[in-house]
């Protein structure tokens, strides 16, 4: 049973993969049609075409690796200065800028001159550039705010899940107390595992962060309302200082660090708890921002990646994951022994983050990602406009070509970035909990 799950878990995620790709290249496609230029081609993966269908002016189908797809538009870059593709030259970066060039106006018909790429206005390259990423986007925050206002998060709550019995410093590694350690506030005041904490000092708690907040910011006698059987109760601790661990401005606590607050001294139950629209929108923010930080600080994780492949090294919990290891997830997760709901809703957010770093990479300003074009585009407007603000000529389309030997470069170091990530996952995987 445990095989038959993970080979479904990954299948699922198969699925979900293509589905994410054919998402993202239908924004590319739907809005180059949109400004009227040709599409020959929208491929779902890489390699030889397993099936196709031409429909209209456009074949669509599905190649045999899914590592990604393409939709190929006529006239990606504008002819040589001359005004047409230049002549092949012995240099292999001037080899490399006409091979693009060339690629580019393959399959050139009577009539395209006007339905090129290059020829809409930087504003509308943009928009088709930035329409597949953006999908991808779309469909991360869908998932993402379905399973939050519908299913929600592990949460902790204002309800006491136990009660400490005296007073333990967090940085010290014991549970047990000691002979001579201070009788814990809450203990001492009687509070009651299964007690819900309705009011801190008089004032109403909302939720888990509140509450915490006030404890930490009180020393000496308080007053803790609780609900217990039905009645309200209130409890007069005398709160004492304490080490605890130290929290961020975001509420999260940061891991090895401990600051002298307020300690009442009891655990909070954790809940599933759904979401509002406000906080599911709130934390998807929080999502893309942690993301973006995450792929910013790439380079910087490759040495532990690195150790963790070929030395004796640890695979963080953070660690790049790939194709195949956000697979190997997906076959985890449908093994995980939790409610069928927890599931689902773990696998769909598996495929939400997916869908999120797809957005985030493709919008790195690098050719030969989405984000390199839009570059380019934005580029050339800023360009065209100072020319026009000085009075000058036009210089003309910017050509993107020129800089596909920097592309190449970049692609090389992304394929050298995913075969070690592959190679991770394959003898170092990141293992859920």
Known sequence: MTVLLTILGI???????????????????????????????????????????????????????????????IGMFPPGADGRLEARSTSPWRSMIEDARSAAY????????????????????????????????????????????????????????????????????????????????????????????????????????????????????????????????????VLERNMVVKKDADGEVVPDEYVPAGYLGFAAKTEIVPLTFGQSVDRMGDMIADGAHAVVALPGKIPDLWDATFGDGERKADSPVGIVGAARISGEVMNLDVPTQNIVATFLLVLATFNLSLFLFNMLPLLPLDGGHIAGALWESARRNLARLLRRPDPGPFDVAKLMPVAYVVAGLFVCFTVLVLLADIVNPVKIS
């Not at 809005?31 to 456009?58: C, D, H, N």
């Not at 469909?139 to 006491?160: D, K, P, Y």
């Not at 009788?183 to 109403?204: C, K, S, T, Y």
Request: proline fraction near 6%.
């Open 106 to 237: 393959e399959e050139l018909r009577p009539g395209d001159e006007k339905r090129l790429f290059y020829t809409r206005k930087p504003w509308k390259r943009v928009i088709v550039m930035f329409a597949g990423p953006f999908m991808n986007l779309v469909l991360a925050v869908a998932i993402f705010l379905g399973v939050a206002m519908s299913f929600g998060f592990a949460t902790q709550t204002t309800e006491v899940a136990g009660v400490q019995k005296c007073v333990i410093a967090q940085s010290e590694n014991r549970d047990r107390c000691a002979t001579g350690d201070r009788v814990a506030p809450a203990h001492a005041a009687g509070l009651r595992v299964g007690d819900r904490i309705v009011a801190f000092n008089g004032e109403p708690v909302a939720d888990w962060p509140e509450l915490s907040a006030r404890i930490r910011d009180t020393i000496g006698p308080a007053t803790v309302t609780v609900e217990r059987g039905g009645e309200r109760l209130d409890l007069h601790p």
């Open 11 to 73: 299948a699922l995620f198969a699925a979900g993969l293509l589905v994410s790709i054919a998402w993202h290249e239908l924004g590319h496609l739907s809005t180059a049609k949109l400004f009227g230029i040709r599409v020959p081609q929208y491929m779902v993966g890489f390699g030889p075409t397993l099936w196709s269908r031409t429909k209209g002016e456009t074949e669509y189908g599905v190649k045999a690796i899914p590592m990604g797809g393409y939709i190929r538009m």
